[in-house]
RNA sequence: GGGCCCUUAGCUCAGCGGUAGAGCAGCGGCCUUUUAAGCCGUUGGCCGCGGGUUCAAAUCCCGCAGGGCCCA
């Protein structure tokens, strides 16, 4: 597959194009200028002139005007001694229209050897066509860049999954609504900046190699300082420095940035991606569920346009408020299950070993509880629910509910069936910390590789005085699926981690 | 990790024991308002890789690689 990509090798197109290539060089021409003529973007001139009625063909030839854009050139439909061509730019078609009669010398040589692939710029007047498309009258062409390899097919698109992610520019080339897709992504990103900056968050950045991986479990990725000669874990989460943050006298801070989880891929699961947490001063969780909210319906409205948004068969609504439900609740509502049985342990451990759950002897009943609410539950949260009052067990760095220190104050946000924010009231007593670090420190003896290792220099942070917390941390990547309907997250990661076709090189030398 | 499926021309796909096919793209023609332009002609293939079965394998069997979907 991929044969042409392989760089340099004897190929039918790149031959011939090559050769083209010389002949343009023997036109005089500067195959390779530094810079291109352009007045106008494509996009602007199809935005101010795209109402035919307003603009009619005798309306834009009065206008007298000149326009040089430049584009990569999608389409070319010869006839004869005339060439329609589409120009993309940014995602935006314009038409140029070339007659041989109109085309300044060597123009029309230049074309012959034109190839969909180049980028070309093109310089005359505004007119309409018989159909009404908007189009260059070509006067003018100046030669930009030659493509030695062919575009995937203009119908089709490149459809190939394999091939569209590990060569991500043809897909962004031939499959519109990829480019637009990315697009959208970069706006939320930047509206959630936004919306955080306005509610007097400070972004900071905090360290992606740990030596300790904290603030969530998960395998982490391992790697090696030569100098210091020391293991280094790529972050697993930022929580535990930016709370330091919040100890140093920050009152609210967020990083938007990359975790890396060592863990299978599916299609929500990449093992790097895009997290924001952040964390402010004197707040609890009830401020958190109104800040996500407020977020999230916003970029439904001011990103995407509307606070409906479809997501595959099923719209989904992301206007204020969402739904709130307790964990256990939850588990009695979705899988059917008297809300008592719940409540006693031995009940629980029958629940759980009649749908199969591993271990299920041997876990702890808030651990068990867990997995309860990921079999009956999860999956079936479309519309956005907060779900409450999670086991202890589950969340090392909580504070307990007032009355009942089994359960602790945090929500987990579900959306479209995928878990999309995760948010406590942070625990600030040390002592209680500790205890809860030995707790894991104790699942990790006993084999849970996943568990949480002490960072007794975080614990250290906190005897000096941590004031009361809310903090969260939401995925961006599955946002991003959610607010643009894409069913996988490779559809919204530009290069999602692939297997290497053969071994690299640097694999080879060593 | 388990199950199912995919891999054939640059791209999109047929073909499923008997000489390797189509559309688009390319190349050569015709055509001065086309838009999946049209018409005539034409180049291009380690049928993912390695074994096997067979007189004969793209096709059947086994293994490997890469990918996809579902489940855990």
């Given at each position: 597959m991929i044969r042409a990509g392989a760089p340099m090798q004897p190929n039918q197109y790149r031959d011939i194009r090559l050769e083209k290539l010389d002949k343009l060089k023997a036109l005089g021409l500067d195959v390779w200028p530094r810079k291109a003529k352009r007045t106008h973007g494509i996009a602007q001139l199809a935005e101010i002139y795209a109402d035919a009625e307003a603009w009619p063909n005798e309306k834009l030839e009065g206008l007298g005007m000149t326009a040089s854009v430049m584009g990569r050139v999608l389409t070319i439909r010869e006839m004869g001694k005339s060439v329609f061509a589409h120009l993309t730019e940014n995602g935006e078609k314009l038409q140029a229209f070339f007659r041989k009669d109109d085309v300044a010398e060597p123009g029309w040589d230049v074309l012959k050897?034109?190839?969909?692939?180049?980028?070309v710029s093109v310089t005359g007047p505004l007119m309409r066509t018989k159909t009404g498309e908007l189009s260059v009258r070509v006067k003018e062409v100046q030669f930009l860049s030659k493509a030695l390899l062919p575009l995937p097919e203009k119908w089709h698109g490149l459809q190939d999954k394999e091939q569209r992610y590990r060569q991500r520019y043809l897909d962004l080339i031939s499959n519109g609504d990829v480019l637009k897709t990315f697009q959208t992504r970069s706006r939320i990103v930047s509206g959630i900046r936004r919306f955080m900056e306005g509610q007097g968050y400070l972004e900071v950045e905090t360290p992606m190699m740990q030596p300790i991986p904290g603030g969530a479990t998960a395998r982490p990725f391992i790697t090696h300082h030569n100098a210091l000669d020391m293991s280094l874990y790529l972050r697993i989460a930022p929580e535990l420095y930016l709370k330091r943050l919040i100890v140093g006298g920050f009152e609210k801070v967020f990083e938007i940035n990359r975790n890396f989880r060592n863990e299978g891929l599916s299609v929500r699961h990449n093992p790097e991606f895009t997290m924001m947490e952040f964390y402010a001063a004197g707040q609890d969780l009830r401020d958190m569920m109104a800040l996500t909210e407020d977020l999230i319906s916003g970029l439904a409205r001011d990103v995407m346009g509307s606070e409906t948004l479809p997501w595959g068969e099923q719209p989904i609504s992301y206007a204020k408020p969402f739904r709130r439900l307790t964990l256990k609740d939850a588990i009695a509502e979705y899988g059917h299950i008297d809300r008592h049985l719940l409540e006693d342990g031995d009940s629980v451990r029958a629940l759980a070993k009649a749908v199969h759950i591993e271990d299920a002897g041997a876990k702890t009943v808030g651990t068990?509880?867990?997995?309860?609410?990921?079999?009956?539950?999860?999956?079936?949260?479309?519309?956005?629910?907060?779900?409450?009052?999670?086991?202890?067990?589950?969340?090392?760095?909580?504070?307990?509910?007032?009355?009942?220190?089994?359960?602790?104050?945090?929500?987990?946000?579900?959306?479209?069936?995928?878990?999309?924010?995760?948010?406590?009231?942070?625990?600030?007593?040390?002592?209680?910390?500790?205890?809860?670090?030995?707790?894991?420190?104790?699942?990790?003896?006993?084999?849970?590789?996943?568990a949480m290792l002490l960072d007794m220099d975080f614990v250290t942070s906190l005897e000096h005085g941590f004031p009361p917390c809310g903090g969260e941390g939401i995925g961006i990547d599955r946002l991003v699926m959610l607010l643009t309907n894409s069913a996988s997250i490779r559809d919204v990661i530009l290069f999602p981690l692939m297997r290497p076709t053969k071994p690299s090189e640097t694999e080879e030398k060593e």
């Open positions: 050897l034109l190839d969909m692939g180049d980028f068990l509880l867990g997995d309860l609410f990921e079999h009956h539950a999860e999956k079936q949260l479309i519309q956005p629910t907060f779900i409450t009052d999670y086991p202890i067990e589950l969340s090392p760095l909580t504070k307990t509910l007032e009355g009942d220190d089994r359960f602790v104050d945090r929500f987990e946000l579900f959306t479209g069936g995928m878990e999309l924010a995760n948010a406590y009231s942070e625990l600030n007593d040390p002592v209680d910390q500790m205890g809860r670090f030995q707790a894991q420190m104790a699942e990790r003896d006993a084999g849970n590789d996943e």
